[in-house]
């Protein structure tokens, strides 16, 4: 998704193969397929209370590919894709903390304020200023970059005791 992101932000139009509507779509299914992948991430091994942020993650990817995939000919507002965008970079920041970590959470917290500037038009620029896609593609390279830590740091929860990995 990031690279779709950042390839619409430097060209002077969306993919060379596809219209920007076909991007949007497209866009809509991976996220879909990634929510689904995030939701049932929240429902594998053992129940922790600590997973509600991977789900809410995973509800809110998921929304956005509703509004990219199943919306695309219907007017929807910047205001409504930043304000899941922001949902998704919270509940990131959740995860991180579940985790006992920091770091990511606040980096989330960055992202979910320039989110919500974006969205109410506080920042962007005027028209064909396209910085909104930067930093969209910025957001989700950070999002894949912390599920990949996330991946090789489990939680001790998931840790058994007297069990080699294979």
Same mark, same amino acid.
């Given at each position: 998704?990031?690279?779709? *992101?950042? !390839?619409?932000?430097?060209?002077? #139009? ?5 219209? +920007? ?14 929510? @689904?992948?995030?939701? @049932?991430?929240?429902? +594998? ?12 993650? #995973? ?7 509703? %509004?990219? *995939?199943?919306?695309?000919?219907? !007017? ?8 899941? /965008? %922001?949902? &998704? ?13 920091? &770091?990511?959470?606040?980096? !989330? ?5 320039? =989110? ?11 028209? #064909?200023?396209? /910085? ?6 910025? *957001?989700? /390279? =950070?999002?894949?970059?912390? =599920?990949? &830590? ?11 005791? #007297? /069990?080699?990995?294979?």
């Amino acid at each position: 998704m990031a690279v779709l *992101y950042l !390839s619409m932000w430097v060209g002077e #139009g969306p993919v060379a193969f596809l219209t +920007w509507n076909g991007v949007v779509v497209l866009l809509g299914k991976l996220a879909l397929l990634s929510a @689904a992948c995030t939701i @049932a991430a929240a429902f +594998w091994g053992k129940s922790d209370p600590k997973r509600w942020p991977l789900l809410l993650h #995973g509800f809110a990817l998921g929304a956005l590919g509703v %509004v990219q *995939y199943g919306l695309t000919g219907v !007017s929807v507002s910047i205001l409504t894709v930043m304000l899941l /965008v %922001v949902l &998704m970079a919270l509940s990131l920041g959740a995860i991180d903390r579940a985790r006992g970590q920091s &770091m990511t959470a606040v980096v !989330s917290l960055g992202f979910a304020a320039l =989110f919500l500037a974006l969205g109410f038009r506080w920042i962007g620029g005027g028209p #064909g200023n396209h /910085v909104g896609l930067l930093c969209l593609g910025v *957001y989700f /390279v =950070f999002s894949a970059i912390c =599920f990949l &830590m996330f991946a090789a740091r489990p939680l001790p929860s998931d840790i058994v005791v #007297g /069990v080699l990995p294979h």
